[in-house]
């Protein structure tokens, strides 16, 4: 699956004016928590499966030489029973430059909607950039996927306390 970079004007989504949009409440009882290798091994599968959805593609650019892209995917595991958060970095020590996907976050389905679970872990994604990695807030949107662009703003205000 080919992540590609926009390089155009016209290939960036239209951002900058407001909309308020509504997000859904938090499901009661939605938690997510970090994956990690040695205990949601047999959840996961080894790679994104390519039926997952595009959340957003967002970017950073502090300097020149410090910027950041990174891409947020949701899917089900095999069995149904959990929603899984992906993230995807453009890996630039290596030649030619490849994205590496990995799990990022898990949460139980029970009975929270793909609406809901779309925004909450995009939500619960960023606010671990923001806490764990101090990441201000997105520069750019390169790319809304399935929540659209005022969403995504909306979560970015969210995390961000705007």
């Known amino acids: 699956m080919a992540v590609r970079i926009p390089m155009l004007p016209s290939e960036v989504p239209v951002q900058g004016y407001r909309i308020d949009i509504p997000l859904p409440p938090r499901p009661s009882g939605f938690v997510s928590v970090p994956w990690t290798r040695s205990e ?58 490849r994205w590496e996907r990995e799990p990022c976050l898990l949460a ?18 960023l606010a671990g950039l923001r806490d764990d990695m101090e990441y201000d807030r997105f520069h750019m949107i390169d790319s809304a996927g399935v929540l659209g662009v005022h969403r995504v703003e ?6 961000w306390n705007r």
């Open 40 to 97: 949601h091994t047999g959840l996961v599968p080894a790679k994104m499966p390519p039926s997952a959805s595009l959340l957003a593609k967002l970017e950073w650019s502090w300097s020149p030489m410090n910027s950041a892209i990174l891409c947020y995917h949701l899917s089900l595991n095999r069995a149904g029973t959990h929603w899984i958060a992906w993230q995807a970095f453009l890996d630039d020590n290596v030649f030619p430059w």
């Open 108 to 125: 139980e389905t029970g009975t929270v909607t793909r609406d809901a679970a779309c925004v909450f872990l995009l939500h619960d994604c």
């Open 154 to 159: 909306a979560i970015g205000d969210l995390v």
